[in-house]
């Protein structure tokens, strides 16, 4: 199994709501990560956690708050969010440590998130 | 800073054709060099990857040379297909260091 598994795949909210997006990952992976991608730009890193800890935060403004429950869910909090924040949000995992090929991040399908 | 520059930014073949997408570095830490590929609507999905002792790896019809002294590697794409369509981002990482820094992408469009 090599799938990351995102949900929702589309989410429109307000910005007075407060909303979740969740990723899952069965690969024995112990990195995470949320990443954030506008239209026809690269994936931008927005968070990384190691062992469940939060290891790199990107400067990322506090309405969004990610949770790793366990080394196999990864959340993103949404809370009072800006329509300038619409992009597609990508979680992705890769082993912690590892040899060559063992470093590559495996990216799900993302969560298309309108902001209104 | 852009420490992963890529080009061209977008490019059209024709079927059979074989294009070349060409991405160069500057730090010189970076020692592992995966390549994306991004459908729209979808998350990029891992072609292949490179290491910097290896001039050239390729898997099935996808190539990547890589020039270490120039700091330059490139993805050849050999009898491209319409299905090959997509964008495509070359990346670089440190192995052990959990940031992957991505190149600004080539939209591809293979025409029949």
């Known amino acids: 199994d090599t799938e990351v598994t995102q949900t929702p795949k589309h989410l429109v909210m307000g910005m007075t709501n407060k909303k979740s997006l969740k990723c899952e990952q069965h690969m024995g992976h112990r990195a995470m990560y949320w990443y954030k991608q506008k239209a026809k730009k690269p994936p931008e890193l927005m968070f990384v956690?190691?062992?469940?800890?939060?290891?790199i935060n990107e400067s990322v403004p506090s309405r969004f708050s990610p949770e790793c429950p366990n080394s196999s869910l990864l959340n993103l909090h949404l809370h009072a969010l800006q329509p300038e924040d619409s992009a597609l949000y990508l979680c992705a995992s890769s082993q912690e440590r590892g040899g060559w090929g063992n470093t590559e991040a495996f990216f799900g399908q993302g969560t298309r998130l309108t902001v209104v | 800073q852009q420490q992963v520059k890529q080009s061209p930014q977008s490019l059209i073949v024709q079927k059979g054709g074989i294009p070349i997408i060409n991405c160069a570095y500057e730090n010189t830490a970076f020692d592992y060099f995966p390549w994306y590929q991004q459908f729209p609507g979808k998350g990029p999905a891992l072609l292949i990857a490179?290491?910097?002792?290896?001039s050239e790896k390729k898997e099935g019809r996808f190539t990547i040379s890589f020039n270490k002294s120039a700091k330059q590697f490139s993805l050849h794409i050999m009898d491209s297909q319409p299905g090959d369509s997509a964008t495509y981002f070359c990346a670089a990482l440190i192995r052990g260091y959990q940031k992957v820094t991505f190149g600004i992408g080539t939209k591809l469009q293979v025409i029949p």
């Open positions: 956690y190691s062992y469940e800890k939060l290891s």
């Open positions: 490179i290491r910097p002792d290896v």
